[in-house]
């Protein structure tokens, strides 16, 4: 969810949608790219081909084989991934199945809790994460609070979002930014960055005589929200664009308001297991494929998400 740094930019596309399947409490969704009935090719000099997804040969040979990628999410985050209809959808399965496209194979989402993403590419029960996740430093390194927690990850960045703060509708506190938060109540998701971003503005707070803020984490980010509507925390933190969102749809845009600006911008990356260079390179591809060809500004702009856009992916670019 947020760091710092800095970045910057269909073909008709098909999302084929697989009816959520109940396992274990977990939504499943596949979003397909380009489905043919064409097999997977030799070249004449031995590389692997197929119809419609210039890609296909950068990808390692368990996914050409499989024709699947297994993507863990937290479905909690529109506009970026919620569930519809029992369906998982927004930028990030969209995003997913126009990268697809060029890479010829199925991205599967599978919604869980969102403390356990990083944990599940150790495990390998996905092979990649796409949940709003900010691309820091400590994350590539395995780092949680100054402690080794894991080997880490690689991210391959394609999308740009800061933290924002939102209050209840009417703004009842009169909050105009993070720092008058000194003090007071504020929900947010537990490991996530922007609860971060709350525990450094709390230091900042004390560090300059004022109280602490008092800080409620939450399992999902719908209990963080609900604090705030019920007036129990005077604000809540979250991405940008989830905020903005948050703000125009819940209770037809009268239940909460943005206020100030986002802070603190920066990539949020698909996340690869570091012993998985070849998937993270053809992903660095397929991402800037998208870009080039217009399709990823299509899948922003239908979301409302076109602020977030980059000009150009990058692995590990999270400071």
């Avoid at 760091?3 to 977990?26: E, F, L, N, P, Y």
Wanted: hydrophobic share 35%; glycine share 12%; proline share 3%.
């Amino acid at each position: 969810m947020t760091a710092s740094i800095m970045r910057r930019k269909t073909a008709k596309s098909r999302i084929a949608a697989v009816g959520a399947i109940a396992v274990a409490g977990s939504l499943l969704l596949t979003a397909c790219g380009d489905q043919t009935d064409s097999a997977s090719t030799g070249s004449g000099d031995g590389t692997a081909t197929k119809a419609g997804a210039p890609l296909f040969s950068k990808l390692p040979e368990k996914y050409r084989k499989s024709g699947v990628i297994k993507v863990g999410t937290n479905a909690e985050y529109a506009p970026m991934e919620s569930v519809e209809n029992g369906k998982i959808v927004g930028v990030d399965p969209d995003i997913a199945a126009e990268l697809g496209k060029k890479l010829g194979v199925k991205f599967e989402f599978t919604s869980g809790s969102f403390d356990g993403l990083i944990t599940s590419l150790y495990s390998r029960r996905h092979d990649v994460i796409m949940s709003s996740i900010t691309d820091t430093k400590e994350r590539q390194e395995g780092l949680e609070n100054g402690k080794k927690l894991g080997k880490g990850i690689d991210f391959v960045d394609y999308f740009l979002a800061g933290t924002a703060v939102y209050t209840k509708k009417g703004n009842p506190q009169n909050i105009k930014s993070i720092e008058d938060l000194c003090g007071k109540t504020a929900s947010v998701q537990r490991g996530t960055t922007y609860e971060e971003a709350l525990k450094k503005q709390s230091k900042a707070c004390t560090d300059g005589g004022e109280k602490a803020i008092e800080i409620e984490s939450f399992e999902n980010d719908t209990e963080a929200q609900t604090r705030v509507k019920s007036g129990g925390a005077v604000a809540g933190v979250n991405d940008y664009p989830v905020a903005l969102d948050l703000a125009r749809k819940a209770d037809g845009g009268n239940a909460f308001e943005v206020v100030g600006e986002q802070v603190d911008a920066g990539p949020f990356g698909i996340g690869v297991n570091k012993d998985n260079p070849g998937l993270r390179d053809a992903l660095k591809e397929a991402v800037d494929a998208i870009i080039a060809d217009g399709s990823y500004q299509k899948v922003l702009d239908k979301w409302g998400a076109g602020t977030g856009a980059i000009d150009k992916a990058a692995i590990n670019g999270g400071k």
